[in-house]
C-alpha cells in the first residue's frame, strides 16, 4: 500500500509462527498512520507517496490532468446542483458557455455579440454610445432623461417635444405653431404664408420696408389704412419733393426739390419750384412760384414771386410782387415793389 511501510520486520507474522499482539497492533498502527488526513500518504507521485489520482467518480466519471478537469463522457457531469451550489468561480481566460442562465451578471469587459438583451423579460440599460445597425423601436412613452446627443435619427414621431435647444438642418415642421408661448427672432431664406400673417411689435397701418440693416420695420412717419396713404414727413416723388419743408411747419406748403429747405419758424408760406424760398428761416406769408424764386429770401414777409429767379436776390425785403421771369431779381431788401418780368415776345404763324 502506497505510503505504508510493514514494521514486522522480523516476520513474525507468517505461518507456522505465534503471532503476538503487539506484531500485529504495529502493522495496524501503520494502516492507520498511511491514511492520516495530515501526514497519511499524498498520492502525487513522490517516491513511497503513490502516483497522483486522475480519474474520481463511482465509475470514474470525471478525468483530471495537469491541464484540464474533464468529464469522462461529453455533457454528463454537472458541476454543482440547483440545491448545492458553489461559492465562488475564478476563470483567468474564456468560458464557453453553451448557454448561461445568471441572477445576476457584471461584465467589465470585452463584446457581447449576436445576443438579444432582454428578450424574455426587459429591464433598464445604461450605455456611453447605442449603435443599431438595424431597426430600433422604442415602445410608446419610453424615452425619458433631459437630451439626446448626436446621431442621426431618420424617422420619428414624437406626440409632445420639449426641449431646451433644437438643432433641425433638414425636413419639414408641419402643422406646429413656432413661438406660440414666447416668441423669439427667426431666420429665413423664404417665408411663405397660406393664410392670415400678422407682426407684432410694428406700427399699426404702418407700412413696412426694409431699413438700412436689411430690417423689416415700420413706423408712424408713413401709414396706410386700405385707402389712404399718409406720411407725417415730405415725400419724394421722380425726385419731386412734396411736403411742408424744412421745420415741418404745418401752414407751410413745399413742391419742389430745395423748396423751403432752410425755413425754421416761418409760416404760411408757398414755395413751388426747384430751391423757391430755399434759404427762408423766419419769413412768413410768402409765396415763391417757380425756379429759384425768392431764393434769396430769409426773413421778408409777405412777397409774391411768380416766374423763374422772380425777387432771386430778395433777403428781408417785405410786401413785394414780382411776377415774370426774373421780376425784381436784384431787389435784396425793397419793400413793397411791383414789377413784371422779362417779356417774351410771342410770334404768330
Same mark, same amino acid.
Given at each position: 500500500? @502506497?505510503? *505504508?511501510?510493514?514494521?514486522?520486520?522480523?516476520?513474525?507474522?507468517?505461518?507456522?509462527?505465534?503471532?503476538? %499482539?503487539?506484531?500485529?497492533?504495529?502493522?495496524?498502527?501503520?494502516?492507520?498512520? %498511511?491514511?492520516?488526513?495530515?501526514?497519511?500518504? $499524498?498520492?502525487?507521485?513522490?517516491?513511497?507517496?503513490?502516483?497522483?489520482?486522475?480519474? &474520481?467518480?463511482?465509475?470514474?466519471?470525471? #478525468?483530471?490532468?495537469?491541464?484540464?478537469?474533464?468529464?469522462? !463522457?461529453?455533457?454528463?457531469?454537472?458541476?454543482? =446542483?440547483?440545491?448545492?451550489?458553489?461559492?465562488?468561480? *475564478?476563470?483567468?481566460?474564456?468560458?464557453?458557455?453553451?448557454?448561461?442562465?445568471?441572477?445576476?451578471?457584471?461584465?467589465?469587459?470585452?463584446?457581447?455579440?449576436?445576443?438579444?438583451?432582454?428578450?424574455?423579460?426587459?429591464?433598464?440599460? !445604461?450605455?456611453?454610445?447605442?449603435?443599431?445597425?438595424? +431597426?430600433?423601436?422604442?415602445?410608446?412613452?419610453?424615452?425619458?432623461?433631459?437630451?439626446?446627443?448626436?446621431?442621426?435619427?431618420?424617422? #420619428?414621431?414624437?406626440?409632445?417635444?420639449?426641449?431646451?435647444?433644437?438643432?433641425?438642418?433638414?425636413?419639414?415642421?408641419?402643422?406646429?405653431? #413656432? /413661438?406660440?408661448?414666447?416668441?423669439?427672432?427667426?431666420?429665413?431664406?423664404?417665408?411663405?404664408?397660406?393664410?392670415?400673417?400678422?407682426?407684432?411689435?410694428?406700427?399699426?397701418?404702418?407700412?413696412? *420696408?426694409?431699413?438700412?440693416?436689411? &430690417?423689416?420695420?415700420?413706423? =408712424?412717419?408713413?401709414?396706410?389704412?386700405?385707402?389712404?396713404?399718409?406720411? @407725417?414727413?415730405? %415725400?419724394?416723388?421722380?425726385?419731386?419733393?412734396?411736403?411742408?419743408?424744412?421745420?415741418?411747419? %404745418?401752414?407751410? $406748403?413745399?413742391?419742389?426739390?430745395?423748396?423751403?429747405?432752410?425755413?425754421?419758424?416761418?409760416?404760411?408760406?408757398?414755395?413751388? /419750384?426747384?430751391?423757391?424760398?430755399?434759404?427762408?428761416?423766419?419769413?412768413?406769408?410768402?409765396?415763391?412760384?417757380?425756379?429759384?424764386?425768392?431764393?434769396?429770401?430769409?426773413?421778408?414777409?409777405?412777397?409774391?414771386?411768380?416766374?423763374?429767379?422772380?425777387? *432771386?436776390?430778395?433777403?428781408?425785403? !417785405?410786401?413785394?410782387?414780382?411776377?415774370?421771369?426774373?421780376?425784381?431779381?436784384?431787389?435784396?431788401?425793397? +419793400? =413793397?415793389?411791383?414789377?413784371?418780368?422779362?417779356?417774351?415776345?410771342?410770334?404768330?404763324?
Amino acid at each position: 500500500m @502506497t505510503g *505504508y511501510i510493514r514494521t514486522d520486520t522480523s516476520n513474525n507474522i507468517a505461518d507456522g509462527n505465534i503471532v503476538n %499482539a503487539v506484531d500485529l497492533d504495529n502493522e495496524f498502527n501503520g494502516v492507520e498512520a %498511511a491514511f492520516n488526513a495530515s501526514t497519511g500518504h $499524498t498520492h502525487d507521485g513522490t517516491s513511497a507517496e503513490g502516483a497522483p489520482i486522475t480519474k &474520481v467518480g463511482p465509475t470514474q466519471d470525471v #478525468v483530471v490532468s495537469a491541464t484540464a478537469v474533464l468529464p469522462k !463522457t461529453d455533457g454528463t457531469v454537472d458541476l454543482g =446542483s440547483g440545491s448545492l451550489e458553489f461559492k465562488d468561480l *475564478y476563470i483567468d481566460g474564456t468560458a464557453n458557455i453553451d448557454s448561461l442562465v445568471a441572477d445576476t451578471a457584471d461584465i467589465n469587459g470585452g463584446t457581447v455579440d449576436a445576443v438579444t438583451i432582454g428578450g424574455t423579460t426587459a429591464a433598464a440599460g !445604461t450605455f456611453t454610445n447605442l449603435t443599431a445597425s438595424g +431597426t430600433v423601436t422604442i415602445p410608446d412613452n419610453s424615452i425619458s432623461g433631459n437630451k439626446v446627443e448626436g446621431g442621426t435619427i431618420n424617422a #420619428v414621431t414624437i406626440n409632445t417635444l420639449t426641449s431646451g435647444t433644437v438643432d433641425i438642418n433638414g425636413g419639414a415642421v408641419d402643422g406646429t405653431s #413656432v /413661438g406660440a408661448s414666447t416668441p423669439s427672432t427667426g431666420a429665413f431664406t423664404t417665408l411663405s404664408a397660406s393664410g392670415a400673417t400678422t407682426l407684432s411689435g410694428g406700427t399699426a397701418n404702418g407700412v413696412t *420696408y426694409l431699413n438700412g440693416s436689411k &430690417v423689416l420695420t415700420s413706423g =408712424s412717419a408713413l401709414t396706410f389704412d386700405g385707402t389712404t396713404l399718409t406720411t @407725417t414727413n415730405g %415725400a419724394t416723388i421722380q425726385g419731386l419733393t412734396v411736403g411742408k419743408g424744412a421745420g415741418a411747419i %404745418a401752414s407751410n $406748403t413745399a413742391l419742389g426739390s430745395g423748396a423751403l429747405n432752410s425755413n425754421t419758424t416761418g409760416n404760411s408760406n408757398t414755395a413751388s /419750384g426747384l430751391n423757391a424760398l430755399q434759404n427762408n428761416t423766419t419769413g412768413s406769408i410768402n409765396t415763391a412760384s417757380g425756379l429759384q424764386a425768392l431764393f434769396s429770401n430769409t426773413t421778408g414777409s409777405s412777397n409774391t414771386a411768380s416766374g423763374l429767379n422772380a425777387l *432771386y436776390s430778395n433777403t428781408t425785403g !417785405t410786401s413785394n410782387t414780382a411776377n415774370g421771369v426774373t421780376a425784381l431779381r436784384n431787389n435784396t431788401t425793397g +419793400t =413793397s415793389n411791383t414789377a413784371g418780368g422779362l417779356l417774351v415776345p410771342v410770334v404768330l404763324l
